[in-house]
């Protein structure tokens, strides 16, 4: 099992920027497919980014050119990087190390002031 914690997030205001950090108990690389979610209030909890071993990376179409996943293997830390932030992007952020089976970490909150 891999522990996963969320650090990060907060308050913004719309048009502002946070960076999201998750850190893992593992070896990062030794995990195929890390990704981030979110969770509006009430509302399911879905796929924002991920990011494969290779490198390859993937986002929802709703934050495509304002997020970005990274890592830096030598900290086992996977980021997202939040830039214009809209209402709609508040949620709870949960990391994940997907699986069978999969791990999560604790979320963080993100609040986007209007």
């Known amino acids: 099992q891999v522990q996963l914690v969320e650090s990060g997030g907060g308050l913004a205001q719309a048009g502002g920027s946070l960076r999201l950090s998750c850190a893992a108990s593992?070896?990062?690389?030794?995990?195929?497919?890390m990704a981030w979610y979110r969770q509006p209030p009430g509302k399911p909890r879905d796929l924002v980014t991920r990011?494969?071993?290779?490198?390859?990376?993937n986002y929802a179409d709703s934050v495509k050119g304002r997020f970005t996943i990274s890592r830096d293997i030598a900290k086992n830390t996977i980021y997202l990087q939040m830039n214009s932030l809209k209402p709609e992007d508040a949620a709870v952020y949960y990391c994940?190390?997907?699986?069978?089976?999969?791990?999560w970490g604790q979320g963080t909150q993100v609040t986007v002031s209007s």
């Open positions: 994940a190390a997907l699986g069978p089976p999969t791990d």
């Open positions: 593992v070896r990062i690389f030794s995990i195929d497919t």
């Open positions: 990011i494969t071993r290779g490198g390859t990376t």
